[in-house]
């Protein structure tokens, strides 16, 4: 995977995001956009929430900067039809590690203004009142939708059955790379 020749930045402040930029080999700046995010899907639909989060990501971030390429993207989980965002406590993770264990849920990123979307679903296994308490412990839910950050490369509470990992954690590396090379053609 080559680095684009045009500057990348990257308008979050996402630890997996980095860190898949990194593994990947890409050299990037980090500008989180700053902007208030949203509870709930406006229109009711998962797929244009996260669509327009990621715009007004790349927006804010975009504004700032005279040249490069703008990577903005969200993740969301959604599930029984609402969106399941980033905890604000530890309570609050709780509440919605409890309301997602045992279940299969969606994870919805919306990317580039170049735009496209992927779909993963997820599968949580049934969890104790102890299992949902250790984990709370270990703080990584913290910043996360769904309440969660899978781990890799195999985590002992989900199972990604459609998608990619690199889509769970926040940024689908494989399309991302496509994107990128497709921009790259266009100078």
Request: aromatic fraction near 6%.
């Amino acid at each position: 995977m080559g680095q684009p020749a045009r500057r990348l930045i990257l308008a979050s402040g996402s630890r997996g995001r980095r860190e898949l930029l990194a593994m990947h080999g890409y050299e990037f700046e980090v500008r989180p956009s700053q902007i208030d995010e949203p509870t709930e899907a406006r229109l009711g639909d998962c797929r244009h929430y996260v669509a327009e989060l990621a715009w007004l990501k790349a927006a804010a971030v975009a504004r700032e900067i005279d040249e490069g390429i703008v990577i903005a993207a969200d993740t969301v989980g959604w599930h029984a039809g609402r969106v399941i965002g980033k905890p604000d406590d530890a309570e609050h993770a709780r509440s919605i590690i409890a309301s997602l264990q045992g279940t299969t849920h969606e994870l919805w990123p919306g990317d580039r203004q170049v735009c496209w979307q992927e779909l993963s679903r997820v599968a949580m296994v049934p969890l104790s009142d102890r299992q949902i308490h250790d984990y709370l412990e270990t703080r990584l839910w913290e910043g996360c939708s769904g309440a969660y950050a899978i781990q890799f490369p195999v985590d002992p509470y989900l199972t990604v059955i459609e998608g990619s990992t690199s889509n769970v954690i926040g940024l689908p590396m494989e399309s991302l790379a496509k994107a990128l090379a497709d921009i790259e053609s266009w100078q």
